[in-house]
């Protein structure tokens, strides 16, 4: 380590010097506030190096008097909030010339970066940076592009705050893990205002509404300015990570408290004086603060990574098919899905089968008493993680409860599809929704599979990053993905190189989910359903699918929205056995055995067609017919998850995702979700086992070898980092919040079970 | 801690929305502080507001939720809708723009809260009227064709902004009394509070030692 106020001039200098700084910033008094200006210009100064580009004149650009054709709207923006900075020296004060260096400064960042633009918390993060840097526009800005570019994730400020509402559900993962006992005393508040009938629970999660703000503003409007500063020189030095650790550091301190309030109204009252006393500054000391946010846990924060690349695939983006079951009756309410927090917490519960999903068995409530390492050691412990492979085969409740809750959705699925098919004049092509299979009983060999020599489970989600979201195929039904071109081309790419099963070698590092053939005993018509989905593209599809259909929905009535769904579902009387099998690289649709489909989905004309065999069919003009169902449908939209060891010759489906709208949407282009051949093949080498009594499919050689979760290891990823942040670019996200309560009830029936 | 029985009977949870910059902080702040906050700093994210108020002679705390106007926000804003009592739905009537986005806050309100959410249109800066951008009778008319509740207000001067605040929870007290809200249900953004609280480790499993104060 060298020390010194700037680095030196050497290959391997500013990481030494960085490396140096590190240290300084963590100790007692940190980095001395002289210094501070110097530390935080040498390292953006870094960046802007490593960017390799002409700076002056990006700065003549950014600063430049004349207006660019974009500044209008940014400006008005920019001016709206300048009086509006809140709790820095910038504020209050008529000082004319101050917003104006303010203003000067955000508009250079919104034309450095349009795409972030202007966000408003920004005055405030830059009114702090002037602040520091004495001032000088051109130094704020350029940490401004170090700080928001480079140290804080991608999206904390712009598509839709994807990543800032990642960070949010993250979040509230490590609270569970750090302070158990907070975090269930929230969730106990959270969910007793929960709505009787339906279970379904109102409250978002109690900490989103300061975490959201914290993090936006990197905490300069809740903590008083000598801790913020030092805060800002542990994120620059060490990361985004920081966020999190201080935020885990407030909630310590405040926890005490926090315990005693009886309801969530209370505690949002008790969290207003907090929050005001926490700003005057009296209720922290500086260096025991800074002391809590490092000894919190070791760096980097375990599983912090795993965390975050799950929620950034699994976040549910806010829907309104909770919409359309308005519209059904009282009779059928409770089967039906009555609210979007339930399908969120299915989801949370499927993901709590996963190892390495929550946290530490101890209770330790107060961080203080977790030093530094007691976390790392606890996971990285090779004995660690046997109780998670233990629970994982204990969790036959679990499962069943799974179970339960796909026969409910099968149920709803039959109601509405029987409900459609009554409402709807019958048109030629529509007979298609007219459900064969009678009773509910249809899904029931999801688990007689585990006969011993029935089928083999093919896991393909090992790390705790699992994303689960899917569309299920319902009863006779197929859904077709909308998919992006680029997204398509690279299915493509890939489906001609990997059949589905020697796929399943490349999918066991990711998570994926997988699943299911199960064949009908009490109907003529048996059905087997596969489904297989790597949670990834899948999410980020959908992601982006919804994004557009919630911009469009946003202006127009729903009923017409509902006509732009554009979501298929074929059903097909005639055949004795449906696989439907989509998966992130290749999406398919397979009727019977031997039969394939190629479903073509056109934004205007949308043509499905199923060759069964020799025949061909093709449905059109389905979209009236079909999109009120489908968005209806929701419940029926499905995701399945395999696990392993009780079931290991099973497979199994859970939980049921409404991605209805997801699937709405195309991107402006057609585009063909085609099956290669290889895959056609592996296809019905799999189904071939189905026939019609209840054996499950399929063995797998990838399976056996993929049993052993090694959940630290880092989930597979279809894309390279810089394809996945350009689609992330490209679209907004509308973000749902977990309310992920039941992960830690259902870990705690896990415990027990293990210990027992 | 207050763990005696509340002295109110009911908690009336409100949201308002409305484009940035319309004045939502400051209605939210003038209602519950009774002052005008000329330089109120905007809202990142959601920020919440109480006040008692009493109505046929019952006290209700309005738990009011305010929220960012920027568009970025809305994903982040729409889970707070949920189960809302109320909605003040915001616009200046000095912006026509932020008029004409009120259809589609409107799609919002609607598609997220329950049938039964009062919507409220209020007007807000009716003190600029030199600057007026949208008419009265206008409004009036988007808002009766919506079925709206529609007042103008000016959170500078606190002109008939209690009236909003109020008319929103006689309304909703008024559905409570017919019985088209139905109390138990948690959409409904009604609690109706017991004489003592619940305590709340009745239920909750031992709770944890470290984090217990009491």
């Known amino acids: 380590m060298r020390f010194s106020i700037e680095p030196l001039q050497s290959d391997n200098a500013f990481d030494q010097w960085k490396d140096a700084m590190k240290a300084v910033a963590r100790l007692p008094m940190g980095i001395p506030g002289d210094f501070r200006k110097k530390v935080w210009l040498s390292l953006a100064d870094n960046h802007i190096k490593d960017l390799r580009i002409d700076w002056e004149k990006t700065v003549r650009f950014a600063f430049n008097e004349k207006s660019n054709p974009d500044d209008n709207k940014l400006g008005l923006q920019i001016v709206k909030d300048l009086h509006r900075t809140g709790c820095t020296s910038f504020s209050g004060h008529d000082n004319e010339e101050d917003r104006a260096v303010l203003k000067r400064v955000l508009l250079a960042y919104a034309r450095w970066n349009k795409r972030v633009g202007y966000c408003q918390g920004f005055n405030i993060i830059a009114a702090l940076l002037l602040d520091v840097m004495d001032r000088k526009e051109d130094d704020a800005l350029k940490v401004m592009v170090y700080l928001i570019d480079h140290v804080l994730p991608e999206s904390y400020f712009a598509n839709n705050l994807r990543a800032l509402s990642v960070d949010m559900a993250v979040f509230r993962d490590l609270l569970r893990m750090t302070l158990p006992g907070l975090a269930k005393h929230l969730d106990y508040l959270q969910h007793a205002a929960q709505d009787q009938t339906t279970g379904a629970c109102y409250e978002p999660p109690l900490t989103n509404v300061f975490t959201m703000q914290w993090f936006l503003t990197l905490f300069a409007t809740c903590l008083p300015k000598n801790i913020v500063l030092r805060v800002m020189d542990s994120i620059l030095l060490e990361g985004s990570e920081i966020l999190l650790r201080t935020a885990l550091t407030i909630w310590g301190k405040l926890a005490r408290r926090i315990m005693n309030v009886p309801s969530a109204d209370e505690f949002y009252t008790l969290m207003g004086d907090l929050s005001a006393e926490m700003m005057q500054g009296n209720l922290f000391n500086v260096d025991s603060f800074i002391k809590s946010i490092y000894s919190i846990a070791p760096f980097p924060f375990p599983n912090l990574i795993d965390l975050r690349e799950k929620y950034t695939y699994n976040i549910r983006p806010f829907t309104n098919t909770a919409n359309g079951n308005k519209k059904q009756s009282r009779a059928t309410k409770n089967v039906l899905y009555s609210d979007d927090d339930e399908l969120d917490e299915d989801d949370i519960e499927a993901i709590s089968c996963f190892p390495g999903m929550e946290g530490q068995s101890g209770t330790e409530a107060d961080i203080s008493s977790v030093g530094p390492g007691a976390f790392g050691a606890s996971v990285d412990s090779q004995g660690h993680r046997i109780p998670y492979m233990e629970r994982m085969s204990t969790d036959i409740h679990a499962l069943k409860k799974q179970y339960e809750t796909l026969r409910l959705r099968q149920r709803q699925a039959h109601i509405i599809i029987a409900g459609a098919s009554v409402r709807k004049t019958p048109k030629p092509k529509a007979v298609v929704f007219v459900p064969k299979i009678e009773t509910p009983t249809a899904m029931n060999h999801l688990f007689i599979g585990k006969l011993p020599s029935g089928g083999k489970n093919r896991i393909i989600a090992d790390g705790p990053t699992i994303a689960p979201i899917s569309t299920r195929s319902s009863l006779l039904s197929k859904q077709v993905y909308a998919v992006t071109k680029a997204e398509n081309r690279h299915r493509r790419d890939s489906s001609r190189n990997n059949s589905v099963n020697s796929n399943s070698d490349t999918l066991s590092s990711a998570a994926s989910v997988e699943t299911v053939q199960d064949t009908s005993k009490t109907d ?56 439907v099998k989509s998966e992130d690289e290749v999406r398919s649709c397979s009727v019977d055995t031997n039969e394939e489909s190629t479903a073509e989905h056109k934004p205007t004309e949308e043509v499905i067609k199923i060759n069964s065999g020799d025949r061909s069919k093709s449905y059109k003009d389905l979209r009236s017919n079909q999109s009120e169902m489908a968005l209806e449908n929701g419940g029926a939209n499905g995701l399945i998850l395999s696990s392993d060891v009780p079931y290991r010759k099973s497979k199994h489906t859970m939980m049921l995702q409404s991605y209805t709208r997801s699937v709405n949407m195309v991107e402006g282009d057609s585009y063909v979700t085609k099956y290669s051949h290889s895959s056609n093949n592996s296809t019905r080498k799999n189904s071939s086992h189905v026939p019609s009594t209840s054996q499950h499919p399929t063995p797998d050689s990838g399976s056996d070898t993929s049993l052993s979760p090694s959940y630290k290891s880092k989930p597979f990823n279809p894309f390279p980092t810089k394809h996945i942040n350009q689609n992330r670019a490209k679209t907004g996200l509308k973000l749902g919040l977990y309310s992920a309560s039941t992960l830690s009830q259902l870990d705690n029936k896990f415990k027990k079970k293990t210990l027992s | 801690m207050a763990a005696g029985p509340y002295n109110y009977s009911y908690i009336f949870k409100y949201i308002i929305i ?139 001067t606190g002109e008939n902004v209690e009236d909003a605040f109020l008319d929103t929870a006689k309304k909703i007290y008024q559905n409570i009394q017919d019985g088209s809200l139905d109390l138990n249900a948690a959409e409904s953004g009604v609690q109706h509070k017991p004489a003592t609280p619940r305590n709340p480790l009745n239920t909750d499993q031992t709770p944890n030692k470290e984090g217990c104060a009491c």
Not at chain 1, 524 to 536: D, L
Request: charged letters at 25%; proline letters at 2%.
């Open chain 2, 18 to 156: 409305g484009d940035m910059g319309v004045g939502k902080s400051c209605l939210l702040h003038q209602f519950t502080e009774k002052k005008f906050m000329a330089d109120c700093p905007h809202t990142i994210g959601v920020e919440f507001g109480t006040r008692i108020i009493e109505v046929a002679g019952q006290k209700i705390k309005l738990q009011i939720w305010d929220t960012a106007g920027q568009e970025r926000f809305r994903a982040v804003t729409r889970s707070y809708y949920r189960g809302a009592a109320g909605a003040l739905m915001v616009y200046d009537i000095t912006r026509r723009s932020t008029y004409n986005h009120l259809s589609s806050w409107l799609t919002d309100a609607r598609n997220l809260t329950n049938p039964n959410t009062v919507i409220f249109l209020i007007g807000n800066k009716c003190d600029l009227d030199a600057q007026r951008d949208v008419t009265f009778e206008e409004a009036k008319q988007f808002a009766d064709e919506n079925g709206l509740m529609f007042l103008e207000c000016s959170a500078k």
């Open chain 1, 524 to 579: 003529n018509s048996p059905i087997s359903e596969k489904v297989e989905e790597s949670s990834k593209t899948t999410e980020s599809e959908t992601s982006q699918c919804i994004t557009k259909d919630e911009n469009s929905l946003s202006n127009t009535e729903t009923k017409k929205d509902w006509s732009t769904v554009s979501l298929h579902t074929v059903g097909l009387d005639n055949s004795d056995s449906d696989s």
